[in-house]
């Protein structure tokens, strides 16, 4: 019998379509939750239907060995199944050789006998050594019942096998290339398998389904209730003929733009309110099938009761709920809402939907959020691009999620956020978050990440090579090590962590037009972005963009405006200056730096990130006449002051509003759909490094009158839908 191994040591090599099977349950024992979700994305992949209850699962994989320890596991589970029999109604004489010895004593009925199944090969050196032995065989053949022609599914048969000893005896074990391939007649009205994990394994190695038999750990019938199977049986078959039409309907706008703007800001008070009825939407019920053809169950839970075992970590709590008839009618004529375009039309890049502040999921993306800064932590790269991703989609999904199926529809999201989302509707809580909030390791490693200046690597190295575990244990024997910026972090770590409200940010950016507008002149525009513009109630930090439609007026014009407001009090440490654009005359840096394989970043533009405060405070004079050396009790806050040129200020200002993930699929999307290098400082050519004049600004007379025009051709020349900066939440 083939040796179960773990499904994350095993990369298949070869396609393989399990689109016929039944619907498959992983069973969670013995598995962890990486080892879980792995499996059911190789299944699916593979186009198992895969399903989350047990209770609506006609094949299980499990990582067991013993009949009696899964019949355990289903029964704690509530799938009690009734025994197939061990009465030996086939049998075989050890000593003939040959299907046509394996017959019915029954079955007296004329005619030429159906071919039978070819078991186990015997040859006649073997039969010479004969030792009764009686070995239950896990394999199934199949019988024509004489009064009315239904098919029986018999699947234990005791069989008079010869062998020496046990070496000989496992020397015979079943041939897979002798055995019948998988067919429907392997799962007949009400019957369930649990079959090893390693029958997974193999069939992606072979690149074919290999037959059950040498895998299946036990099997029986769901017991019959109600005068009927179907009182109890899901029909999923129902789900996946009920193809239809598609109705698409775009996501309305959650928010209107006042369009005011002070101080060459974007003032956007209106989106600092809470979600409302009217800003989420109703539900839409339509009878068109979603796009995808879904296999997997959902449920909408009456109660939310904790299981018993959800506090064993080693178990995925799984809430048992029994599908009636009309509750499967119900389903099946459809109850999912009418699908926004962007999820007809599998629109994979956030930049191509809108995605509002608010959603009315906002609570289980939190929980996402919790995991994906777990692989941040641990430097899983691969894991925090596909949380961002499965993220940003159910962010921008206008509607309140109910079932697996809709989680399914979005583009990014797989069986993995379908299973999250499953435990989270069901139990009200995620196992892995808890695990990740209970882990001192982690709890450790987050408080040093969130020291500005030290990233997750950096992190690593504190915990686990120089056995930090507090922020005074950095303080007390890494200090003299630290560079200055994670100094000066480490120094004002509470004030950093502290929000910045909407009128602060505002008189920021007033402060530093002043002073912008003072060192060069009053045509100096500055544009607060990032999470203000896109309409949060308060900030990390402060994103300002300063430009001017004088070329000549911003070339190293960053170190006279750090200089001016350092000078009148209001920056108290930069952090880092860096003028790399006016370092090479502002003009777009090439898609390549003279064949440098490096890349160029998202951000090539002059900035100074700096730490700010304000140098007044009410009882300033009062202070200072009684101690001359009276400390600021004001707030330090990260301002970050960006110097761009008129000609690419849309692509500054496109990128440095966006949240993270809408600008990420920025680059994307102009990679992969139009060829381009997009980033803050312009749009190149991949193949030419030739610079785009998206913004029309080579022609005097059709450039941009204001920034806002110039972002709205960026996006206009990219080929997408503008959208407004609340639109553009993706985290």
């Not at 393989?16 to 039944?22: A, C, K, M």
């Not at 928010?255 to 989420?280: C, F, T």
């Not at 910045?500 to 500055?526: G, L, N």
């Not at 200089?563 to 790399?580: D, K, Y």
């Amino acid at each position: 019998m083939a040796e179960d191994r773990s499904p994350l040591s095993f990369t298949p090599v070869h396609e393989l379509n399990l689109s016929h099977l039944p619907e498959v349950y992983v069973l969670p024992v013995h598995l962890s939750i990486d080892e879980v979700h792995k499996l059911e994305e190789q299944l699916a992949d593979a186009g198992a239907p895969v399903v989350y209850d047990l209770l609506g699962a006609r094949l299980i994989l499990g990582a067991l060995t013993t009949t009696k320890r899964a019949k355990f596991e289903l029964h704690s589970r509530g799938l009690r199944l009734q025994d197939l029999g061990t009465k030996p109604t086939f049998y075989r004489n050890p000593i003939s050789n040959g299907a046509s010895d394996l017959a019915d004593p029954a079955d007296d009925s004329e005619g030429p006998s159906r071919k039978r199944r070819k078991l186990i090969p015997v040859d006649e050196n073997e039969q010479k050594s004969i030792i009764s032995k009686e070995i239950l065989l896990p394999t199934e053949v199949e019988t024509e019942e004489k009064d009315d022609g239904a098919t029986k599914s018999i699947s234990q048969l005791f069989i008079s096998h010869a062998s020496t000893d046990a070496a000989t005896l496992s020397s015979k074990t079943l041939e897979l290339d002798e055995l019948d391939p998988i067919s429907s007649s392997d799962f007949p009205e009400g019957l369930v398998k649990v079959v090893r994990t390693g029958w997974l394994t193999d069939s992606m190695e072979a690149g074919t389904p290999q037959p059950f038999e040498p895998y299946i750990i036990c099997e029986g019938m769901i017991p019959v209730r109600s005068g009927s199977l179907k009182s109890i049986i899901p029909l999923h078959a129902a789900h996946r003929d009920a193809a239809g039409p598609v109705v698409h309907e775009s996501p309305q706008n959650m928010y209107s733009n006042s369009g005011d703007v002070s101080y060459e800001i974007a003032n956007q008070d209106h989106a600092e309110g809470g979600k409302s009825e009217a800003s989420i939407g109703k539900r839409v019920q339509t009878s068109s099938a979603p796009r995808r053809d879904f296999h997997v169950r959902s449920f909408k839970p009456s109660s939310q009761k904790l299981l018993t075992r959800a506090k064993d970590p080693a178990v995925r709590p799984v809430h048992l709920l029994r599908e009636t008839t009309s509750e499967h009618d119900e389903g099946a004529s459809g109850t999912l809402p009418e699908m926004p375009k962007w999820v007809g039309e599998n629109k994979i890049y956030a930049c191509e939907r809108s995605t509002p502040l608010y959603t009315p999921n906002d609570e289980f993306v939190a929980q996402l959020e919790k995991i994906k800064l777990k692989r941040i932590l641990t430097m899983d790269e691969i894991g925090v691009r596909a949380y961002s991703t499965s993220i940003a989609s159910i962010r921008a999904y206008p509607y309140e999620l109910t079932s697996t199926k809709e989680i399914l529809s979005l583009p990014g999201c797989d069986h993995k956020i379908a299973h999250l989302f499953y435990e989270w509707e069901t139990t009200g809580h995620i196992q892995a978050v808890d695990d990740i909030q209970a882990d001192p390791t982690l709890t450790a490693l987050q408080i040093f990440y969130n020291i500005w200046g030290v990233g997750a690597k950096t992190a690593r190295e504190f915990y686990y090579d120089k056995k930090r575990r507090e922020l005074d244990d950095i303080i007390e024997f890494e200090w003299s090590l630290l560079t200055r910026v994670q100094q000066i972090g480490l120094k004002f770590y509470e004030e950093f962590e502290l929000k910045i409200p909407r009128s602060e940010v505002e008189y920021i950016a007033s402060i530093v037009t002043y002073h912008a507008k003072k060192v060069v002149d009053d045509q100096m525009e500055c544009v607060v972005v990032g999470g203000y513009r896109r309409g949060r109630s308060d900030n990390g930090d402060v994103d300002i963009i300063v430009s001017h439609r004088d070329e000549s007026a911003t070339i190293h014009v960053i170190n006279p405006i750090v200089a001016a407001l350092e000078t009148a009090g209001w920056i108290t440490h930069s952090l880092s200056v860096i003028t790399a654009n006016s370092d090479r005359g502002q003009q777009p840096v090439s898609y390549k730096f003279n064949n440098d394989k490096r890349g160029t970043g998202f951000d090539t533009l002059d900035k100074a990130l700096v730490v700010w405060q304000d140098p007044v405070w009410p009882t300033m004079a009062e202070d200072l006449a009684n101690n001359s050396k009276a400390k600021n009790p004001n707030v330090h806050r990260r301002v970050d002051i960006i110097i761009s040129p008129w000609r690419t200020v849309g692509c500054a200002v496109a990128g440095w509003t966006s949240g993270t993930t809408f600008q990420r699929d920025l680059r994307r999307y102009a990679k992969h759909r139009k060829g381009w290098k997009f980033d803050s400082s312009g749009v190149r050519e991949r193949g030419t490094g030739k610079w785009l004049d998206l913004e029309h600004w080579t022609d005097i007379k059709t450039r941009a009158k204001t920034w806002q025009e110039a972002e709205k051709r960026v996006f206009e020349g990219l080929g997408l839908e503008y959208r407004e900066p609340w639109e553009r939440n993706t985290g």
